[in-house]
């Protein structure tokens, strides 16, 4: 955290014309400075500088606040990320009241600069960016360098008095026990940033065919790859004024695509797109393209996160690179409007993962044709009602059949509803235990069922179903069944309490529905009211009710 003296002293040096000059041209009017607001669009400049008062306001749309505010509209940054954003452009020296996160950054840092310092002499390293097509613009922008071996790098850290153990918990090094080594041996190094611009970690590239091509930083305190986008802090500002932000695979795809002008590009960290990235790709509320390459490995990649996106309500589609070419490739070869084109008509996600389902099926056979009919209408039930009826004309033309046999109501896609569900990050840990416990223990099963209807399970109900079937081969049941991070309850004492807590959130839940539910008379409130207050009672006693 940064001390609120180091933050006082700041401010204090810190002038707002000059902060705000550095981002949009001002012009004097009197004892202020004027210019066009650049937070909405206006054509009489409205927005107004004080340097009396250290403050801006706009007369148009509002906006106001002193030089930190205006970094944080403008970058789209947090306080924290805007007061190091100053600091670093100013130098001044922040100071931290806990400050392992800082020096950890800082060796990162300079590790990053380390590298960067040994590219330009690396033949064999400048001449593979250069035949990739890649400017030394770009590599400035992306601080794209060279990784020697392991033990240049060892003894860097060690002449510049870093510690070996910070090294090995930020992944800069690793350790079999006997030795230490560099993570990153003969490689060309891509920094990656947190949203605020720190260095987290690193992706390699071999030019010299030692271990796998790409390679990423380990888990760290400061690096998971499952939330982090590459060149986010780059992209970030286009993002938000595009309204549109481009997903892609590698690091060369979205370093080209930025020189191409496509700056609202990013790419995961070698994983697939997943629930923990969700909260950054919703800032802005921007459209979603995944750009991904269109052998199986990139199709499969695109439609688990087509899944995921369209499940979570995102708008956007995908673009999928056909022949073996890559965006990186097109851009070399100066197809940039044939990018165009394709970014601007990306297939949307519903439509997307309709078609690969469908040609998972032999629509020939009527049998695969039904099954086929099934899952898509599975997928469909994890979509809003007003998806699910926009898209039965979709489903019913792909499969030549007639939209009154695509039927959404009833049971006739539970089975697949909930496995999609549950393949589209929708995994509840309690539930998938419960289901566990009663594999491992048959005779827990009574007592699950004498309080808890399967239907009742939010996400698993149909893993629940093949359980108390005893249908123990199936692909799911063997997934929980080999999931060592789900874990079985061991004796009856436990199952109870744990259904006990659960029914008791439940019924909390379901008073404060009631509470809050204004077209209800007072009588039915008043008597609900009472049953679960007596219930939620009974259950703190120790005894297990029947769920309503």
Request: proline fraction near 5%; charge should be neutral; charged fraction near 25%.
């Amino acid at each position: 955290m940064i001390s609120q003296d180091s933050i006082e002293a700041l401010k204090a040096r810190l002038d707002v014309v000059d902060v705000i000059g550095s981002y949009i041209e001002l012009k004097k009017a009197g004892a202020n400075f004027k210019a066009p607001c650049p937070f909405h669009d206006e054509k009489s400049p409205s927005f107004v500088v004080s340097p009396t008062k250290q403050i801006y306001h706009c007369f148009g749309c509002g906006a106001g606040g002193d030089a930190i505010k205006f970094v944080m509209e403008y970058e789209h940054l947090s306080y924290p990320e805007a007061i190091e954003k100053l600091a670093a452009t100013y130098g001044f020296t922040l100071n931290y009241t806990s400050s392992p996160k800082k020096q950890n950054a800082d060796i990162l840092q300079k590790i990053n600069e380390y590298y960067q310092s040994l590219l330009p002499h690396n033949p064999t390293a400048m001449r593979y960016l250069q035949e990739r097509g890649v400017y030394e613009s770009s590599i400035e922008k992306f601080g794209i360098g060279y990784a020697p071996s392991s033990q240049q790098t060892i003894e860097w850290i060690k002449k510049n008095y870093f510690s070996m153990q910070d090294a090995l918990k930020l992944g800069i090094i690793g350790s079999d026990g006997s030795r230490s080594y560099a993570r990153f041996i003969e490689r060309i190094t891509f920094p990656i940033h947190s949203p605020s611009g720190m260095v987290v970690g690193f992706g390699g590239r071999t030019i010299t065919g030692h271990q796998a091509k790409y390679v990423n930083s380990p888990e760290t305190p400061l690096f998971n790859k499952s939330r982090l986008l590459y060149a986010y802090n780059l992209a970030r500002n286009e993002v938000y004024k595009k309204k549109e932000i481009i997903i892609t695979e590698g690091y060369l795809d979205v370093v080209m695509l930025h020189q191409a002008g496509f700056e609202n590009t990013v790419a995961t960290l070698g994983t697939a797109l997943t629930k923990d990235h969700l909260p950054l790709l919703r800032k802005g509320e921007p459209k979603v393209v995944m750009a991904y390459d269109g052998d199986s490995a990139g199709i499969n990649a695109a439609l688990k996160a087509a899944r995921l996106l369209s499940v979570g309500g995102f708008d956007g589609g995908v673009v999928i690179f056909e022949g073996g070419m890559d965006p990186a490739d097109m851009v070399k070869e100066g197809k940039i409007e044939d990018l165009e084109k394709l970014f601007r008509a990306p297939k949307p996600f519903i439509e997307f993962v309709l078609d690969q389902i469908a040609t998972a099926y032999d629509l020939r056979d009527p049998k695969a044709k039904e099954a086929c009919l099934h899952e898509m209408i599975g997928y469909l039930k994890t979509l809003s009602p007003l998806l699910q009826e926009e898209y039965k004309p979709y489903v019913a033309s792909r499969l030549g059949i007639s939209p009154s046999l695509v039927r959404l109501g009833g049971n006739i896609a539970t089975h697949q509803q909930q496995h999609s569900v549950m393949q589209n990050a929708h995994r509840d840990l309690w539930e998938l235990t419960l289901i566990k416990t009663i594999l491992e223990h048959p005779e827990f099963t009574e007592m699950v069922l004498d309080v808890l209807d399967p239907s009742r399970l939010q996400f698993h109900a149909f893993e629940f179903e093949l359980a108390l079937r005893g249908e123990r081969e199936h692909p799911r049941i063997l997934d929980i069944l080999l999931d060592d991070e789900i874990k079985a309850l061991e004796s009856i004492d436990a199952l109870k309490a744990e259904l006990i807590t659960y029914l008791v959130r439940h019924y909390e839940r379901e008073l404060k529905k009631i509470n809050f539910d204004k077209s209800m008379n007072f009588e039915k409130k008043a008597y609900l009211i009472r049953k679960f207050r007596d219930k939620i009672t009974r259950l703190k006693r120790g005894e297990l009710v029947v769920l309503d």
